[in-house]
């Protein structure tokens, strides 16, 4: 085991939320094409924005059609709401899309 940890294989260990518990159930991807020219302050401006009952759990850069893939936690739609709004005020922001999910079948490893 040692030689694992001493490899780098294991990077580090990691709590699952329950995020229904904390009160936040509903789950969104929300797609992001942005301005590329600056990329990475877009993306710590996204990254910085704070709401109530909002979560930014994961954000991916993406090849393709999309930039980014950010992965939402909320408590209610209007959270939602209120998240693309702020992400429109951030200059650079070209185009959203936003999914919700209505069930998981297998996150974190896990089957639900």
């Not at 709590?15 to 877009?42: A, H, M, Q, R």
């Not at 990254?47 to 109530?52: A, D, I, M, R, V």
């Not at 090849?63 to 959270?79: F, N, V």
């Amino acid at each position: 085991m040692q030689i694992v940890y001493a490899d780098g294989i294991i990077k580090g260990y990691r709590t699952i939320i329950d995020w229904e518990k904390l009160g936040e159930p509903i789950k969104t991807l929300l797609y992001v094409k942005i301005s590329c020219e600056n990329f990475k302050e877009i993306v710590n401006q996204i990254l910085s924005l704070e709401l109530p009952n909002v979560v930014i759990e994961e954000c991916h850069r993406l090849a393709g059609e999309w930039c980014l893939l950010l992965k939402i936690r909320a408590s209610t739609p209007t959270d939602i709401s209120n998240f693309i709004d702020d992400l429109w005020k951030i200059k650079g922001i070209k185009e959203t899309s936003t999914t919700l999910v209505l069930s998981t079948i297998l996150e974190n490893g896990m089957r639900k």
